[in-house]
């Protein structure tokens, strides 16, 4: 929640470093297994791979942006909802 008192340049402890270690391992343990499933299959294509690749990155991405958008949102409203209340009376 917004806290007014609160100095804007005090970020410190909101960097969620367990979370960014889970995200790069669930991205990295994707690629591995969609590479796995590649390389299994017995196909012999030589752009299946770098194709694939570029389906798992395009996953994250947008799954990372949509996110962001999701919260943002979801931000925004609450600070309006907020500023409504500290400016009704």
């Not at 609160?6 to 410190?12: A, C, G, N, Y």
């Not at 994707?30 to 590479?35: C, F, R």
Request: charged share 15%.
């Amino acid at each position: 929640m917004y806290d007014p008192q609160r100095p804007l340049t005090d970020t410190h402890d909101r960097i969620p470093i367990p979370s960014i270690i889970l995200v790069t391992l669930a991205v990295t343990g994707l690629e591995v297994a969609m590479v796995g499933f590649v390389m299994f299959t017995g196909d012999e294509k030589p752009t299946l791979a770098r194709d694939t690749m570029l389906a798992v990155v395009m996953l994250v991405i947008n799954g990372f942006m949509g996110l962001a958008l999701l919260l943002g949102c979801v931000h925004l409203l609450l600070f309006l909802a907020y500023m409504m209340l500290m400016f009704e009376g």
